[in-house]
């Protein structure tokens, strides 16, 4: 079994079927650790991490626990909690917000302890779906030589560079979602303390928010996110970045004690979707997969919980040598709802009638425990979790008209 790429998604994948006792290996093309963005877990992670059997590194890391998502206008005068343990759908009320280098090289360092060949510094740069008896990838090490690797058969876990959709031409990109994001890290900022000091704060700004996380050892990760047109033909460089910090006081005043400890990057237009997961020989997990907008930090989330239902997938194949695209439907259809159910929130989120209700939560009928298990990652299969997002999502309809909670946003340059 070959596992391409060895990040959370594709070290998962790889430690489910080593757990079941497959012979697996994984090719990553980088040297862990290294850097990653996207540091906010989702407390539905957590009991999945137990299963991988990561749990011991993860207390032993000392990342700092994370108990809630907070919503915050751009100056501070408004915001909005949502804790984990008030939601809908019991389960673990909290999670972590990590280093990903560290999260990421302990997961995969996990896997290489439950047996996993884990080969990194090899990069793939053929494949054959059609090789006899099965597939085989050609990987170019560190040292320039190439070896090929055979097996019966293939995840891509290869993040977002995407590699099968890319080739094969599965990749579609979200023409709703086209945003950027520039980001960096700071040491010294300011922060909450107790149980709060962990809460990643959403800051809301016309057309887009900031993202402000709490890591342990006082470093903070700070980005921006909008939509492409915001930029104007400006470049989302370090001078951008530090006008965008002076123009949004919450971020402003959090930073200003602060000092900035890593080099300010940016990516653009990287949500996509790809118009099939499996075939023949091949699945596709995690944001090789697909990649929604991160403001509800469902990547980490997303990845793990489809490489466990791959791996169920893949298991069945591999007893039943039956390697064909119908053996892995179930699982094509389970991460495509998931997606979509994100998806849909978070274009509702890029509307200032959905941020208005957002900022103006309800308990009727229990709407605020159903957005909270939502933002929790719990409850996206579950019908009395979804019924209610569309309520939800039809209160924020009908306040555009009607404007029954107060405007938090004005709606964002068109």
């Not at 000092?259 to 499996?278: G, I």
């Given at each position: 079994?070959?596992?391409?790429?060895?990040g959370?998604?594709?070290?998962?994948?790889?430690?489910?079927?080593?757990?079941?006792?497959?012979?697996?290996?994984?090719?990553?093309?980088?040297?862990?650790?290294?850097?990653?963005?996207?540091?906010?877990?989702?407390?539905?992670?957590?009991?999945?991490?137990?299963?991988?059997?990561?749990?011991p590194?993860?207390?032993?890391?000392?990342?700092?626990?994370k108990y809630?998502?907070?919503?915050?206008?751009?100056?501070?005068?408004?915001?909005?909690?949502?804790?984990?343990?008030?939601?809908?759908?019991?389960?673990a009320?909290?999670?972590?917000?990590v280093?990903?280098?560290?999260?990421?090289?302990?997961?995969?360092?996990?896997?290489?302890e439950?047996?996993?060949?884990?080969?990194?510094?090899?990069?793939?740069?053929?494949?054959?779906?059609?090789?006899?008896?099965?597939?085989?990838?050609?990987?170019?090490l560190?040292?320039g030589?190439?070896?090929?690797?055979?097996?019966?058969?293939?995840?891509?876990?290869?993040?977002?560079?995407?590699?099968?959709?890319?080739?094969?031409?599965?990749?579609?990109?979200?023409?709703?979602?086209?945003?950027?994001?520039?980001?960096?890290?700071?040491?010294?900022?300011?922060?909450?303390?107790?149980?709060?000091?962990?809460?990643?704060?959403?800051?809301?700004?016309?057309?887009?928010?900031?993202?402000?996380i709490?890591?342990?050892?006082?470093?903070?990760?700070?980005g921006?996110?909008?939509?492409?047109?915001?930029l104007?033909?400006?470049?989302?460089?370090?001078?951008y970045?530090?006008?965008q910090?002076?123009?949004?006081?919450?971020?402003?005043?959090?930073?200003?004690?602060a000092?900035?400890?890593?080099?300010?990057?940016?990516?653009?237009?990287?949500?996509?979707?790809?118009?099939?997961?499996?075939g023949?020989r091949?699945?596709?997990?995690?944001?090789?997969?697909?990649?929604?907008?991160?403001?509800?930090?469902?990547?980490?989330?997303?990845?793990?919980?489809?490489?466990?239902?791959?791996?169920?997938?893949v298991?069945a194949?591999l007893?039943?040598?039956?390697?064909?695209?119908?053996?892995?439907?179930?699982?094509e259809?389970e991460?495509?709802?998931?997606?979509?159910?994100?998806?849909?929130?978070?274009?509702?989120?890029y509307?200032?009638?959905?941020?208005?209700?957002?900022?103006?939560p309800?308990?009727?009928?229990?709407?605020r425990?159903?957005?909270?298990?939502?933002?929790?990652?719990?409850?996206?299969?579950?019908?009395?979790?979804?019924?209610?997002?569309?309520?939800?999502?039809?209160?924020?309809?009908?306040?555009?008209r009607?404007?029954f909670?107060p405007?938090?946003?004005?709606?964002r340059?068109?």
């Open positions: 079994m070959i596992v391409i790429g060895g959370p998604a594709g070290a998962a994948a790889g430690t489910r079927l080593a757990q079941r006792g497959h012979r697996v290996v994984i090719l990553e093309k980088e040297q862990f650790p290294r850097f990653h963005i996207g540091e906010s877990m989702l407390p539905c992670s957590m009991p999945l991490i137990e299963q991988l059997g990561a749990m590194r993860m207390k032993a890391a000392d990342f700092l626990p809630a998502a907070e919503f915050v206008t751009a100056d501070g005068s408004l915001r909005r909690r949502y804790a984990f343990r008030d939601g809908l759908v019991q389960g009320s909290s999670a972590y917000e280093d990903r280098s560290e999260f990421d090289k302990l997961l995969l360092d996990n896997a290489i439950q047996g996993v060949d884990v080969r990194q510094g090899a990069q793939v740069i053929r494949f054959d779906l059609d090789a006899k008896p099965g597939v085989s990838v050609v990987a170019r560190d040292d030589s190439e070896t090929t690797f055979q097996a019966s058969m293939l995840i891509d876990a290869s993040g977002q560079a995407s590699l099968l959709a890319g080739r094969l031409g599965l990749r579609e990109m979200d023409q709703e979602l086209k945003n950027f994001a520039v980001f960096s890290h700071y040491e010294g900022a300011s922060r909450a303390s107790g149980e709060e000091e962990g809460d990643i704060s959403v800051v809301l700004v016309p057309g887009g928010w900031w993202w402000v709490p890591l342990r050892n006082d470093r903070t990760s700070v921006l996110v909008g939509p492409s047109r915001n104007r033909g400006q470049k989302p460089d370090e001078a970045f530090a006008a910090i002076a123009a949004t006081p919450f971020v402003r005043d959090r930073l200003a004690p000092t900035r400890v890593a080099p300010v990057r940016s990516v653009s237009d990287y949500s996509y979707v790809s118009r099939k997961l499996v023949d091949f699945v596709l997990i995690g944001d090789a997969a697909a990649f929604i907008d991160p403001v509800f930090s469902t990547g980490v989330y997303l990845g793990i919980v489809g490489a466990f239902r791959a791996a169920e997938a298991d194949a007893r039943s040598g039956n390697f064909g695209r119908s053996q892995f439907l179930s699982y259809r991460a495509q709802k998931n997606v979509a159910t994100y998806r849909q929130f978070v274009k509702g989120f509307t200032p009638e959905f941020v208005d209700v957002l900022m103006s309800s308990d009727w009928l229990s709407l425990a159903a957005i909270t298990s939502l933002l929790a990652g719990f409850g996206v299969d579950r019908f009395d979790v979804n019924w209610r997002v569309q309520v939800f999502r039809a209160i924020a309809r009908a306040n555009k009607l404007g909670v405007r938090v946003l004005e709606p340059p068109s």
